[in-house]
């Protein structure tokens, strides 16, 4: 993709951020806050809740274009307010966040569903893997809007939010009763606390000290039971805690997925494809690394020099920072493209940036930078700043 051509796609860069786009949106669409109307200039295909869970879907270019606008700031209430209509499954969406000059190619698409998540999954239990909670203001409704996200999200864009419980969302494609022992086991000890797991550990292998024995009788008690099992009762105990917590507790919004997800997805059905998909989908230093291409084959000795101090950085942080610098590469943190091509400029100075074109996964790399220290403090500061802002076209 071509850096300077006005339709490009989104650009996101270190200092002033950046925006470019592939495609135009309706000039006529306007934004109405207190009327938010997901469909407007746009007339969807009639449907139901039903017709998104046949096994053929339509291609994305024999969908109609539905052209939306979402807030930041309240990403979480605009999105569900689209997904509400089951009509939404039947177009191509094409979003623009309000405020920010970007255009979507896909890039501004990741981009959206990556906060609605971020935000979404704050207010859900757990720690490491995560489950909703019921929530007083959400009905059916609501919840299976929020099916509609993690589907579409997934079938249009390849994206999931993998730190909701693969034992939930197994649960959500086939019931309740298609979820073994061990996978609700593995994912409770992720939904855990680093210390609770710990107690938990020690406590099955009857290596538990007073610590330990504390965090355990704090978990117990906190699910609702104010003394602890026998250790031989102990296994028994914690996977019906498990199946509680995991399954039971979050069940009205387990079926209403359900009625979005029921044959939506067929190669979904079982535990080894979602256990399988989630690892697909986690990204890692190594994978990361790998995904980093030069555009040209034949690279100058400084442009090897940057080329390689990308490299030893992705190859060194942590999972948090990792996570970040994909989001910032192509709108996702999970892994949902296969190559993050890396381009060159000469910029120096103040005027030195990354630019990250998210719809195509394409990096702008300065390779102006006289250490590997130096590179890493700028990426650094990028990445925990407001890297995901688009507010320059």
Not at 137 to 163: C, M, S
Not at 195 to 212: I, Y
Request: with cysteine; proline share 5%; aromatic share 8%.
């Amino acid at each position: 993709m071509a850096i300077n051509v006005p339709d490009e796609d989104i650009e996101i860069q270190f200092g002033p951020l950046s925006s470019h786009a592939d495609e135009t949106l309706d000039p006529t669409l306007l934004w109405i806050p207190d009327d938010i109307n997901p469909f407007q200039h746009s007339t969807p295909n009639d449907g139901t809740a039903s017709s998104t869970s046949t096994m053929e879907q339509p291609s994305q270019s024999d969908k109609e274009i539905c052209c939306v606008q979402i807030r930041r700031i309240n990403v979480v209430s605009d999105v569900i307010n689209i997904f509400m209509e089951p009509t939404v499954m039947s177009v191509q969406l094409k979003m623009e966040l309000t405020n920010e000059k970007a255009f979507d190619s896909d890039g501004v698409s990741r981009e959206v569903y990556s906060a609605f998540w971020e935000h979404f999954l704050e207010q859900c239990e757990g720690e490491d893997e995560r489950v909703p909670r019921l929530r007083p203001d959400f009905t059916e409704k609501h919840w299976q809007a929020v099916g509609r996200v993690w589907l579409k999200g997934y079938l249009d864009h390849n994206i999931i939010p993998i730190q909701l419980s693969p034992a939930f969302i197994l649960a959500c494609f086939q019931g309740v009763n298609s979820v073994d022992t061990e996978l609700l086991m593995m994912s409770f000890s992720k939904f855990l606390s680093a210390p609770e797991r710990v107690a938990v550990d020690r406590a099955l292998q009857g290596n538990m000290d007073e610590d330990a024995e504390e965090d355990l009788l704090d978990l117990f008690s906190r699910i609702g039971s104010h003394s602890l099992p026998s250790k031989e009762n102990l296994q028994a105990s914690l996977s019906t805690i498990a199946h509680k917590v995991l399954l039971q507790e979050p069940k009205f919004v387990i079926d209403s997925f359900h009625s979005c997800f029921y044959n939506a997805v067929p190669s979904l059905g079982t535990k080894e494809s979602i256990i399988e998909l989630y690892k697909s989908k986690k990204a890692t230093n190594k994978k990361v690394a790998q995904m980093i291409q030069p555009s040209s084959e034949t690279l100058n000795s400084q442009e090897q020099t940057a080329l390689s101090y990308l490299l030893r950085y992705v190859r060194s942080i942590d999972q948090r920072k990792l996570e970040t610098f994909l989001r910032f590469c192509t709108g996702s943190t999970v892994l949902c493209k296969d190559k993050i091509e890396i381009m060159f400029n000469k910029l120096s100075g103040l005027n030195r940036r990354v630019v990250a074109h998210t719809c195509g996964a394409v990096l702008e790399l300065p390779c102006t930078y006289k250490s590997y220290p130096e590179f890493r403090t700028e990426l650094d500061n990028m990445l925990s700043g407001d890297c995901f802002t688009m507010d320059i076209l």
